[in-house]
């Protein structure tokens, strides 16, 4: 796992899943703020279980939530082409128009997104 730091943001990228179910998540976000005191975190998809991306399981709801609880801000960046579920293309669109969840292409992206301010 590498961490830079960008602003006030954390970018990560992982070979390996990291994001498997919600304690792991809540290890993440722990981990993450532990060590770079950041509350705005970027993770590469290729990083997070493929299951989170199936919306029936319920496993991205859940882990999401605890990004909400821990109130950190959270994108995930990478290419998003291979899914055709409309659901989940109709969450990620509700998500990209909130102001705490993103699904973006790349790394610049997610620091967009991250370094928004809303009054």
Do not use: H, W
């Not at 909400?68 to 128009?97: C, H, V, W």
């Amino acid at each position: 796992m590498e961490t830079k730091i960008i602003n006030d943001i954390a970018i990560v990228k992982s070979n390996e899943i990291i994001i498997k179910d919600i304690q792991s998540a809540i290890d993440f976000i722990m981990t993450i703020k532990y060590e770079t005191n950041c509350n705005k975190i970027g993770l590469n998809k290729d990083a997070v279980v493929e299951d989170f991306f199936i919306l029936s399981k319920g496993l991205a709801g859940e882990i999401l939530q605890k990004f909400i609880n821990y109130q950190t801000k959270f994108a995930i960046y990478g290419d998003y082409s291979k899914y055709t579920s409309k659901p989940l293309k109709d969450f990620i669109y509700e998500s990209n128009n909130g102001k705490d969840i993103f699904f973006v292409e790349n790394e610049d992206e997610a620091i967009k997104m991250l370094s928004k301010r809303y009054l």
